[in-house]
Structures are given as C-alpha cells and as structure tokens.
C-alpha cells in the first residue's frame, strides 16, 4: 500500500537557519504530493503540492521537488522564522489507487520550533 | 478560496453520551468529505471517507457504530462520536474535497474532551 515517511523531530533552529525536512514516498500509482502545515490548535494548511515528476511546489519561501527517481519530496526553506514554528506534513495521494475516493496518505509529521 | 468551518473546536463531555461535530464546506460542493483523528505526537489517522448521498467507507479498525458520518447534502458532513469514552479523547479533523484534482481543504479540528 501506499506510505510516506518523513523525518522524525523535534527539529529546533535558530531563526534565519536553513530548513530541511526529508519526506520519501512507496505508492502503487503515480502520486501527488503535498505538503501541509499545522499551527498550534488549528487544522491542516496546504502549504505546497506537485502533481508530477519534476515539478516544484513553492510557496511562504519553502520549497519542494517532485523526484520520482528517488521517491522523495523534501521540504527547504532557506531562512527559517520564529513563524514558521509549526507540525509540518508530507502526503500523497495516489489517483491510480482506484476505489479509494484518492484519500491523502500522511507521513506521522515534524514538528519545527524556530527560535528567536 | 475554498474554506471548511468544523463545529465546535472544543468539546467536553461526560462518559456514556453523544457527541456530533460538524463540517461545512462554505463556499465550494464537497462530494467527499474526510474524517481523521489526530493522535500524541502528531500522526494523522484517517477514520472514514464519505460521499455525499451515500454510506461512508470506514478504514479498517474505525468501528462503524461508534464513529457515526452522514454526509446529507453537497455542504455538509456529520461525525457523531456516540457513547463516548474516555479513550476517544482526540482531535478529530475533516477535510472535503470537490473532487479528484481539486484538491483537500481542511477545517480546523474538534477538541474532544470525554470526561
């Protein structure tokens, strides 16, 4: 089945830091990806998504790249800020899995605190 | 954009009673709304899917008469946690989407408390 699997934190950096959040995916099809961000209390953000090889999500600053070679789709963000403290998500949903109403599969998120 | 308002965000009840959370899609048609449940440390665990107008597929393991979902109309999804316990204390989220393409929007999650 489909799966995704993504760095495990806490992660802490000091503002202004670079930021990398490893995600790699299995998937029977031919998946999207996304990411999502999750502030203290609230629900799910969409924070970026590629729908095929190669392409780039970007968006607040963060990056990611679809690589279908190495089934990964990693997170950067060059400079970091005590905002950007937050759960982030890896995810995938596979439009090939037929039946399945193509549900999101989640990695088991980040946790990222910027300090000041 | 496309916006979903899940009610309430925090709930505490008592042992033993129902609680219903709601999911509105406000400005879009949902024709499938999911519910998930959050668990410590962050993982994500997809309870059902729901299709509007028909019955919700569970994930294996989410008990079908515990966890009750209608999905009644194109704007509306229900998740009725019924004869509560202490163990379904969670954050329960939904999320809809117009369909395959469009992409997922997610409310933002229901507090529940069971005491």
Not at chain 2, 61 to 83: C, P, R, W, Y
Request: glycine share 10%; charged share 20%.
């Amino acid at each position: 089945g489909d799966s995704v699997t993504q760095m495990e934190g806490p992660v802490t950096l000091s503002e202004e830091a670079f930021l990398t959040i490893n995600c790699t995916y299995t998937a029977t099809g031919y998946p999207s990806l996304f990411w999502y961000v999750q502030y203290p209390g609230e629900g799910l953000q969409l924070l970026l998504k590629a729908t095929k090889a190669d392409d780039k999500g970007s968006n607040k600053g963060f990056e990611a790249t679809y690589r279908k070679e190495t089934t990964s789709f990693h997170l950067e963000k060059g400079s970091v800020q005590v905002s950007d403290s937050a759960v982030y998500f890896c995810a995938l949903s596979d439009r090939w899995s037929g039946g399945s109403n193509y549900k999101l599969t989640f990695g088991k998120g980040t946790l990222l605190t910027v300090n000041p | 954009g496309a916006v979903v308002s899940q009610h309430p965000s925090r709930v505490i009840c008592k042992s033993g009673t129902s609680v219903k959370i709601e999911c509105r899609s406000l400005d879009f048609q949902a024709t499938t709304m999911f519910w998930y449940r959050q668990f410590p440390k962050q993982s994500l665990m997809l309870m059902a899917t729901s299709n509007e107008g028909s019955k919700a597929t569970y994930e294996q393991g989410v008990e079908k008469d515990k966890f009750l979902i209608n999905h009644a109309s194109l704007t509306l999804s229900t998740l009725t946690v019924t004869s509560a316990h202490p163990e379904d204390s969670s954050f329960y989220i939904c999320s809809a989407s117009e369909g395959a393409g469009y992409g997922y929007t997610f409310g933002s999650g229901t507090r529940l408390t069971v005491v």
